[in-house]
C-alpha cells in the first residue's frame, strides 16, 4: 500500500496545484512525513492516511486501493449522437475523462451557429481542437477565430457561443474540463 497511497497522493496534490506546504496546512501533517509518504519510504499511520484524504477530498479507499487501468475504445460512428434541431449541428459524446470531464466531436454546417452554451461550474474550462473548417467562439467580451488544426483553451464558466463562420462544413473536438472535487 506505501508507494501505492504515497503516488496516489502526489499525483493527487499535483493534480489540484497544491505544494506539498499546502497540503500539510490542510492535513496537520508535517512536509517531511508528507514527502516520506509520497516517496512510499514507509507506512503512514493512519491518522495522517485519513487527514491527508480529508484535505484531498478524497475517500482513503480511493487513495489507497491501487486504480485498475483501464482502455476505452470507441469506434467511429458508436459514439453517442445527438443532432440540434435549429442548426443542425452533430454532437458525439466519445468520452467520459472522469470529474465529470468529456471529450466531444461536433460537426457544423456552413454558416451555422449553436445556441448560446450556458455557464458551467466556475473553474470549468473548455478546449477546442478545429478537424476542417472553421470556428468563432466568443466567450464573453472575447471572440477567437480558428481554423484547420488551430486549439483554444477557454474559461466556460461564463455563457459562451460557438458558430461556424464560413463555407465549409467544420468538424472540431471539444474537452470539457471540470475542475475536481
Known amino acids: 500500500m506505501d508507494n501505492v497511497f504515497g503516488q496516489a497522493v502526489r499525483d493527487t496534490r499535483r493534480a489540484r496545484g497544491l505544494t506539498l506546504d499546502e497540503l500539510a496546512a490542510r492535513s496537520g501533517v508535517s512536509r517531511a512525513a508528507l514527502s516520506k509518504i509520497e516517496r512510499g519510504d514507509g507506512s503512514p499511520r493512519l491518522h495522517h492516511a485519513l487527514r491527508i484524504a480529508e484535505a484531498l477530498e478524497r475517500p482513503l479507499t480511493e487513495l489507497a486501493s491501487p486504480q485498475p487501468e483501464t482502455v476505452t475504445v470507441v469506434r467511429d460512428g458508436t459514439a453517442p449522437r445527438m443532432v440540434d434541431p435549429d442548426s443542425g449541428a452533430l454532437r458525439e459524446?466519445?468520452?467520459?475523462?472522469?470529474?465529470?470531464?468529456?471529450?466531444?466531436?461536433?460537426?457544423?454546417?456552413?454558416?451555422?451557429?449553436?445556441?448560446?452554451?450556458p455557464a458551467h461550474e466556475p473553474g470549468t474550462r473548455e478546449a477546442f481542437l478545429v478537424l476542417t473548417g472553421t470556428l468563432s467562439v466568443t466567450n464573453g467580451h472575447t471572440t477567437v477565430e480558428l481554423a484547420g488544426e488551430d486549439t483554444a483553451l477557454l474559461p466556460a464558466d461564463r455563457p459562451h457561443t460557438v458558430r461556424n463562420p464560413g463555407d465549409e462544413t467544420t468538424r472540431f473536438l471539444l474537452t470539457i474540463l471540470r475542475p475536481p472535487h
Open 93 to 117: 459524446a466519445l468520452l467520459e475523462l472522469g470529474h465529470g470531464s468529456e471529450l466531444v466531436r461536433y460537426t457544423l454546417g456552413p454558416r451555422a451557429a449553436l445556441a448560446p452554451f
